[in-house]
């Protein structure tokens, strides 16, 4: 999958401000990068992979990987922890200029929460074509009916994103 702005953001490179774009490019998968990490830690804990990372000001403010399983807590997806993290952290409900950096695409509960905490951009992997709820099922994230509008980047790393997931599901063994 070729990695570009979604149709429909505001768009996602323009977004930032920060950084020229080649720049941002590399940041975006050396940030990816630490979020497959997290996911392939995920694996080994017997949870789907999937990996989170917050990023504020080229810092990285949380990490988080998918969880719910071991914390008996179907809201403990790798994205809502890193967000309840990095709220903990700046001390603030609201996380402006934030992005988000996730393997896989966010579900309609983790798309919603995005929203909610003003989240600047999402930065995604692969797309879940299951549950995804900023580009495949819906587009919570960036919808004009809310009142908040993500900037999305899509398909950063997607290919390995992709395949840890397959690995995970094709074996039901870990992969990393
Ligand atoms: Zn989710």
Do not use: W
């Amino acid at each position: 999958m070729e990695r570009q702005p979604s149709a429909g953001s505001p768009g996602g490179r323009q977004a930032c401000r920060r950084l020229p774009y080649h720049k941002l490019v590399d940041a975006d998968e050396e940030f990816m990068r630490e979020a497959l990490r997290l996911a392939c830690m995920g694996a080994s804990a017997g949870e789907v992979p999937v990996g989170a990372v917050a990023v504020g000001r080229g810092e990285i403010l949380a990490r988080a990987y998918n969880a719910p399983i071991s914390r008996n807590d179907p809201t403990a997806h790798a994205e809502i922890l890193a967000l309840r993290q990095t709220a903990e952290r700046i001390g603030n409900y609201r996380l402006e200029g934030v992005t988000l950096y996730c393997t896989l695409e966010p579900c309609a509960m983790c798309a919603g929460a995005l929203v909610a905490a003003r989240i600047e951009r999402l930065v995604f992997g692969s797309r879940d074509l299951r549950f995804g709820a900023v580009r495949s099922k819906f587009q919570l994230a960036d919808s004009e009916l809310l009142n908040h509008r993500v900037a999305i980047v899509e398909g950063v790393l997607a290919p390995e994103c992709v395949e840890l997931l397959r690995e995970f599901f094709e074996t039901k063994r870990r992969p990393c």
